[in-house]
T-cell receptor, first 113, second 114 residues
């Protein structure tokens, strides 16, 4: 089983560029989420989705957009990249909102110059 | 914003030593998890604790959940170089708008020297 797959693994952007980080899961999980990981700050929730067609903001949503048109996919869009968005991004899924364990992808390391 | 304080941030020890990592909050958790993360990988779940006072053991790792469900600890006995990694606590806060959302501590980078 592939689990949670993130692409790309590495990306360098120039300030002001846009891009989409892809996340796909093959476990038929209802709940998907995006985190960013910065040194000394753990993981912080950006956006989450409790099912296809439903998304909501997390702790640090500014500068990011999401959509959930299918159960499998949950892309994260950066519209105008800024150096402050340099981080490692993780996508996670779990069977449903109330389930405890989250399953993480391998991450995307993004650098904005 | 609910905060989950994890300490220490860094631990550098010799093989065979014992260590404890702490996770504290002023709010009550419905459950708390401990994850381990290797470089270049996502976090992987080690354990989930749910009941106040609960103790779980995973080989040389002992996890404890506080009676009031506001704190937790991870104790490693006789650490080995293979234990090296980033350890993260993460809590599901009880009720309200926090339902289902994981809040992470800052993480503890553990290095075990041979």
């Amino acid at each position: 089983n592939a689990g949670v797959t993130q692409t790309p693994k590495f990306q360098v952007l120039k300030t002001g560029q846009s891009m989409t980080l892809q996340c796909a899961q093959d476990m038929n999980h209802e709940y998907m989420s995006w985190y960013r990981q910065d040194p000394g700050m753990g993981l912080r929730l950006i956006h989450y989705s409790v099912g296809a067609g439903i998304t909501d903001q997390g702790e640090v949503p500014n500068g990011y957009n999401v959509s959930r048109s299918t159960t499998e996919d949950f892309p994260l869009r950066l519209l105008l990249a800024a150096p402050s968005q340099t981080s490692v991004y993780f996508c996670a899924s779990k069977p449903r909102q109330g389930y405890t364990e989250a399953f993480f992808g391998q991450g995307t390391r993004l650098t904005v110059v | 914003t609910q905060l989950l304080e994890q300490s220490p941030q860094f631990l550098s020890i010799q093989e065979g030593e014992n260590l404890t990592v702490y996770c504290n909050s002023s709010s009550v958790f419905s459950s708390l998890q401990w994850y381990r993360q290797e470089p270049g990988e996502g976090p992987v779940l080690l354990v989930t604790v749910v009941t106040g006072g609960e103790v779980k053991k995973l080989k040389r790792l002992t996890f404890q959940f506080g009676d009031a469900r506001k704190d937790s600890s991870l104790h490693i006995t006789a650490a080995q170089p293979g234990d090296t990694g980033l350890y993260l606590c993460a809590g599901n806060y009880a009720g309200g708008t926090s339902y289902g959302k994981l809040t992470f501590g800052q993480g503890t980078i553990l290095t075990v020297h041979p």
